[in-house]
């Protein structure tokens, strides 16, 4: 289980490391070394998802370690209150960054191991906090610079993260 610490409440997660064993080591040791401490919600899209992870105030990237196999093919759905990593278009580009389904994403789904069929691997899901989980959602978004659609208004940060065993 790991809590996420956040400006508009706790979001409890608990981990499946039996369907996704290197994706959940992966997150535990980002939430083990700090790396979300201070990070933001970055990315909000209503009726999609929320993404976090990658980002310090003042849209400041952090550095992440080498990215982790995908292992979206675990039987488990992008469907609201589950936890997936979020990637580039390259499948096996997971690194810290991941965000929480506030929709039923069947389009994420693994498909076939393709570039196009990969699809997004869920590893966790909200236990606790889904009503924070809702009011993130409905925070205004703008855009940041040239790149950053969806951008929080406002700074949403995970302040800190607390796993327990």
């Given amino acids: 289980m790991v809590t996420l610490h956040t400006t508009y409440g706790d979001i409890t997660l608990n981990l ?19 790396h979300y401490d201070n990070t933001l919600f970055h990315r909000v899209i209503d009726g999609f998802m929320i993404q976090g992870g990658g980002y310090g105030p003042g849209f400041e990237e952090k550095e992440t370690r080498a990215p982790v196999k995908n292992e979206a093919d675990n039987g ?20 810290a960054q991941f965000f929480i389904n506030v929709n039923d994403n069947d389009f994420l789904n693994f498909k076939s191991a393709t570039s196009q069929g990969y699809g997004y691997c869920v ?13 993130l959602k409905g925070v205004a978004t703008g855009t940041r610079g040239y790149m950053h659609q969806d951008v929080p208004v406002d ?11």
């Fill in 76 to 95: 488990l759905s992008n469907k609201v209150g589950t936890v997936a990593m979020a990637r580039t278009m390259e499948p096996h580009s997971a690194t």
């Fill in 16 to 34: 499946f490391a039996d369907k996704a064993p290197e994706t959940v080591a992966n997150f535990l040791q980002y939430c083990r070394d700090g």
């Fill in 123 to 135: 590893f966790g899901e909200v236990v606790e906090g889904m009503d924070v989980v809702n009011k």
């Fill in 155 to 165: 700074d949403v940060l995970i302040t800190g993260v607390t796993v327990s065993e």
